[in-house]
């Protein structure tokens, strides 16, 4: 750290005044609503970091304790290198048992009001500091000043009411915490007004609200979207989704985060598109899914442990091959295939546990090479190969 020299002094002072007296459209004092402490004339600067071009980044103010002869950190700012202030808090010099020293590893921690600010100096956000932790509330804003978020902490942790904005000023999303965990009802709105998702959390884990669906989601018309049973924070109970006139599209049971049962899966005529059995999460017999003109659009065949007895085969609606692959645990293993139209033959990939392994095509439609590469242990080997 060095301290300032006259002409930097200079400098820095005009570069911090004319930053911190921007307004944000509605906050018309900063200090009015926050009560940063006031730079005071005996205070000393010292630079902590700056710029290649030497100006200053990070600034410490320091005052001297006459008794110890001691320095105390009280404020830190930081600029952008034009210049402009893009944060400002007041700091503390806690003992080095404190908590959050051990933690941190640092005795100088922000205390009271913090604020930052926007490229173009408006506030971001302004957040109230008590030895370090967060404590009441923090407030973000949009680049017009209107309210983006607030939200509450005690000890550092989330604690009451939070709550999200859209810029219009319409409520987004609201939530209650309880030790940073989300605790009862959690709600999501759409920019109109229209409620989107309503959630139910018992100590911070999706649970039902007795024999309502601790989630559900709307469509804009209010209708429901779809509605998932929890237990503890697992899947358990029925989960459906529903088309926009209220008819079924998708339905299934889980049992303690598993699915168990039928997967059925419904055209919007009702008719079914597909169906799968599971058994404690495990796929068995056939799977499959049907396009509307009665063909196959997937098939999939397993044993009685889920293991599959042959690749899956998804086909359009004409019925030619558009991929063949196999899923192990849900994971990508070994060779997958795509066509173009036609079944000409447009990507040859293969695969391990989910990550490329050895060589890997994509093709033009006319079959020629559009590009080769080759991974070996799941890191790109060699040169990509272009064709054209």
């Keep these: 750290m060095k301290s300032l020299t006259l002409m930097s002094f200079f400098i820095f002072i005009v570069f911090s005044s004319s930053a911190s007296c921007?307004?944000?459209?509605?906050?018309?004092s900063i200090r009015d609503l926050i009560k940063l402490n006031s730079r005071q004339g005996d205070w000393e600067?010292?630079?902590?970091?700056?710029?290649?071009?030497?100006?200053?980044?990070?600034?410490?103010?320091?005052?001297?304790?006459?008794?110890?002869?001691q320095k105390i950190p009280v404020k830190k700012m930081e600029y952008d290198c034009s210049g402009a202030?893009?944060?400002?808090?007041?700091?503390?010099?806690?003992?080095e048992n404190d908590p959050i020293v051990k933690?941190?590893?640092?005795?100088?921690?922000?205390?009271?009001?913090?604020?930052?600010?926007?490229?173009?100096?408006?506030?971001?956000?302004?957040?109230?500091?008590?030895?370090?932790?967060?404590?009441?509330?923090?407030?973000?804003?949009?680049?017009?000043?209107?309210?983006?978020?607030?939200?509450?902490?005690?000890?550092?942790?989330?604690?009451?009411?939070?709550?999200?904005?859209?810029?219009?000023?319409?409520?987004?999303?609201?939530?209650?915490?309880?030790?940073?965990?989300?605790?009862?009802?959690?709600?999501?709105w759409n920019e109109d007004g229209t409620l989107k998702a309503k959630y139910?959390?018992?100590?911070?884990?999706?649970?039902?609200?007795?024999?309502?669906?601790?989630?559900?989601?709307?469509?804009?018309?209010?209708?429901?979207?779809?509605?998932?049973?929890?237990?503890?924070?697992?899947?358990?109970?029925?989960?459906?989704?529903?088309?926009d006139d209220g008819t079924v599209s998708y339905c299934v049971t889980y049992f303690f985060g598993n699915k168990n049962g039928v997967e059925s899966f419904y055209f919007q005529n009702e008719i079914?598109?597909?169906?799968?059995?599971?058994?404690?999460?495990?796929?068995?017999?056939?799977?499959?899914?049907?396009?509307?003109?009665?063909?196959?659009?997937?098939?999939?065949?397993?044993?009685?442990?889920?293991?599959?007895?042959?690749?899956?085969?998804?086909f359009d609606s004409e019925g030619n091959k558009r991929a063949e692959y196999n899923l192990v645990e849900g994971e990508y293993q070994g060779e997958l295939l795509e066509w173009y139209p036609g079944e000409v033959l447009k990507k040859e990939y293969h695969y391990d546990n989910d990550e490329f392994e050895g060589e890997q095509v994509d093709y033009f439609p006319s079959s020629n090479v559009k590009m080769k590469i080759t991974y070996h242990h799941r890191v790109l080997h060699g040169k990509n190969e272009m064709g054209c």
């Excluded at 921007?22 to 018309?28: G, H, Y």
């Excluded at 202030?85 to 003992?95: F, G, P, R, S």
């Excluded at 500091?129 to 550092?156: A, M, W």
């Excluded at 396009?291 to 997937?298: R, Y």
């Design 272 to 314: 079914i598109e597909g169906e799968g059995r599971y058994i404690k999460g495990t796929p068995v017999g056939r799977h499959y899914r049907k396009h509307e003109n009665g063909g196959d659009a997937l098939v999939a065949n397993y044993d009685s442990l889920g293991k599959l007895k042959e690749p899956i085969v998804e």
């Design 103 to 188: 933690e941190t590893g640092e005795r100088i921690q922000p205390h009271g009001p913090c604020i930052s600010f926007t490229s173009s100096g408006s506030i971001d956000c302004i957040y109230m500091y008590d030895k370090g932790l967060l404590r009441g509330p923090t407030k973000q804003y949009y680049s017009d000043g209107v309210l983006r978020s607030r939200i509450h902490y005690e000890n550092g942790l989330k604690q009451g009411l939070a709550e999200q904005f859209y810029q219009n000023g319409r409520l987004k999303e609201r939530a209650t915490y309880v030790l940073n965990h989300p605790f009862g009802i959690q709600e999501e």
């Design 200 to 243: 139910n959390y018992v100590n911070g884990l999706l649970h039902d609200d007795n024999d309502s669906p601790a989630s559900i989601q709307y469509y804009s018309n209010k209708t429901v979207q779809e509605e998932k049973h929890y237990l503890n924070g697992l899947a358990h109970g029925l989960h459906r989704k529903f088309y």
């Design 45 to 69: 600067l010292t630079v902590s970091e700056e710029y290649a071009s030497g100006a200053p980044k990070v600034v410490i103010f320091y005052k001297s304790e006459r008794a110890n002869d």
């Design 85 to 95: 202030l893009t944060y400002e808090t007041d700091l503390i010099l806690l003992d």
């Design 22 to 28: 921007r307004p944000s459209k509605d906050l018309p």
